[in-house]
């Protein structure tokens, strides 16, 4: 859900952040199902110097002088790029409940968007992994640039390992445009909690 309409055919990295804070609680911005992998996602980007409440230390010691945030690292994994195939403005007429059983997202999270905005832009994202990890200075303003492309340094991208295959992606999309509830919701919930077994089990294995 981006601030502004992306074009189709636009492309970018994908700068792994912390946008929960903004609106809800993680809770409740997320179905119980996907609840374990954005946790452990969280703590992932806490760990590569993404404070999820950025502690602040003043430099002086008066607490009204300067403060800086605190960052454990320096550097910031980039994992994936996308691709926009699409993107929508959709408003309070659309069926909110059947957007969010299509989603990662709770209902009350597209509620809370529309009592700020009057629409919501929702982008179709094509995501590929890059060939390498690319590492890039972490920037502790980039919470203000939300909705903002931010400067990156160039990274070589390609199309030949996408996240979803061609005909699951195209599902998917028919789906979110037509708004068409899912015919397997069982067999979907019983695929988030394999994959965060699995999931689990690696963070055991590390």
Request: include cysteine.
């Amino acid at each position: 859900m981006p601030r502004t309409l992306l074009n189709n055919g636009q492309k970018f990295a994908l700068y792994p952040l912390d946008y929960s804070a903004n609106l809800l609680s993680i809770e409740q911005n997320y179905h119980q199902n996907f609840l374990p992998i954005a946790q452990s996602a969280l703590t992932q980007l806490n760990s590569q110097g993404i404070l999820l409440q950025p502690n602040q230390i003043s430099l002086l010691q008066n607490d009204e002088q300067l403060q800086l945030p605190l960052l454990s690292h320096e550097t910031i994994s980039i994992k994936a790029w996308a691709k926009c195939e699409h993107c929508e403005i959709l408003d309070s007429t659309r069926k909110l409940d059947i957007l969010s059983q299509l989603t990662i997202w709770k209902t009350e999270v597209f509620e809370a968007i529309l009592q700020k905005r009057q629409h919501i832009f929702l982008a179709y994202l094509r995501v590929y992994h890059l060939p390498q990890l690319c590492e890039v200075v972490a920037n502790p303003n980039i919470q203000e640039k939300l909705g903002r492309f931010v400067a990156l340094p160039n990274i070589v991208v390609s199309e030949t390992t996408p996240v979803l295959t061609d005909r699951t992606f195209a599902q998917r999309k028919r789906q979110l445009e037509k708004l068409e509830p899912s015919l397997h919701p069982e067999l979907e919930e019983l695929q988030s909690a394999i994959a965060s077994l699995t999931l689990a089990s690696q963070q055991l294995n590390n």
